[in-house]
């Protein structure tokens, strides 16, 4: 399947400003760059660094004045199904070793806090995939998606008290439910192909029988049809634009599109693998 992804980002720069951009498609095996631009108004000269996981870091340095950053791409993604009834989880002692660090609390991610809460609720439940699943879906039921009702302090424990929050918190509070249950969990910024309106769109992946698995608890957004950009454990380490000086953001349009017909299908009932 291929798609052509796009960001374009305005700011007003007030100072001298560093930004550390994170919006280009990452590079992964089953997620092929075909062709991309990335254009600076004004041009300045740029560093690049790739992370582990395939996030891939642009820093700029700016002075005063506007800003534009204009990004796009086409990407063809190469996912694969499988069967969620077959998928386990993967005991602690067989996950591979870089796994580990998405087993623990985070800054978003108080999986210490909700381990009481995740155990009595899910703990029950057959593991694996479909445990997994139940976990979203009772997000999907219980957590109101409220635009605006969230900023950037509010934490998987903010959204279980507040029961409302946007597609970052779903993520977060999905991810502390799965590693509460000793299941590796990470964030995922993407491109998202249905959602509307346009936007960067947050998911969740976990480890599940040797791969990593999309998760989406808002339904939102197909997952056949997300092109990652980066991973992390929570959205600290996966903002779109990190800022250090002062900056203040006047535009963001953000788009997606298919280049060939894509099959539709109700997100929670396929196994979507990315490595």
Same mark, same amino acid.
């Given at each position: 399947m291929k798609f052509t992804v796009a960001s374009r980002l305005a700011y007003e720069v007030r100072e001298t400003t560093v930004f550390i951009l994170n919006i280009e498609a990452a590079a992964l095996r089953?997620?092929?760059?075909?062709?991309?631009?990335?254009?600076?108004?004004?041009?300045?000269?740029?560093?690049? &660094?790739?992370?582990d996981g395939g996030t891939r870091l642009v820093r700029v340095v700016v002075e005063p004045g506007t800003f534009e950053v #204009?990004?796009?791409?086409? @990407?063809?993604?190469?996912?694969? #199904? +499988?069967?969620?009834? *077959?998928?386990?989880?993967?005991?602690?002692a067989e996950l591979? /070793?870089?796994?580990?660090?998405?087993?623990?609390? !985070?800054?978003?991610?108080e999986s210490d806090g909700l381990a009481r809460f995740a155990h009595r609720e899910f703990g029950a439940l057959p593991p694996g995939h479909q445990r997994v699943t139940a976990i979203c879906?009772?997000?999907?039921?219980?957590? #109101?998606?409220? !635009?605006?009702?969230?900023? !950037? %302090? *509010?934490?998987?424990?903010? *959204?279980? @008290? %507040?029961?409302a929050g946007v597609c970052r918190d779903f993520a977060h509070l999905g991810i +502390?439910?799965?590693? +509460?249950? $000793?299941?590796? $969990?990470r964030f995922a910024s993407s491109y998202a192909w249905q959602l509307d309106p346009p936007d960067f &769109? $947050? @998911?969740?992946?976990?480890?599940?029988?040797? +791969?990593?698995? /999309?998760?989406?608890?808002t339904r939102k957004a197909a997952l056949q049809g997300l092109v990652r950009i980066g991973v992390g454990r929570d959205a600290a380490d996966a903002a779109f634009a990190t800022i250090y000086g002062d900056a203040v953001m006047t535009?963001?349009?953000v788009s997606i599109a298919p280049l060939e017909e894509v099959e539709d299908e109700e997100p929670t009932v396929r196994a979507v693998g990315i490595a």
């Open positions: 089953n997620q092929k760059i075909l062709a991309e631009r990335l254009d600076l108004t004004p041009a300045v000269a740029l560093d690049r &660094h790739e992370l #204009d990004y796009e791409a086409t @990407v063809e993604l190469s996912m694969y #199904d +499988a069967d969620p009834a *077959t998928l386990r989880e993967t005991p602690v591979p /070793l870089e796994a580990i660090p998405f087993l623990n609390p !985070s800054r978003y991610c879906n009772w997000i999907y039921e219980n957590v #109101d998606y409220l !635009s605006g009702s969230s900023d !950037s %302090q *509010t934490s998987a424990y903010d *959204t279980m @008290v %507040q029961r +502390a439910f799965c590693r +509460a249950l $000793a299941i590796p $969990a &769109h $947050a @998911v969740f992946e976990c480890y599940l029988d040797g +791969a990593w698995y /999309l998760f989406d608890p535009g963001m349009e």
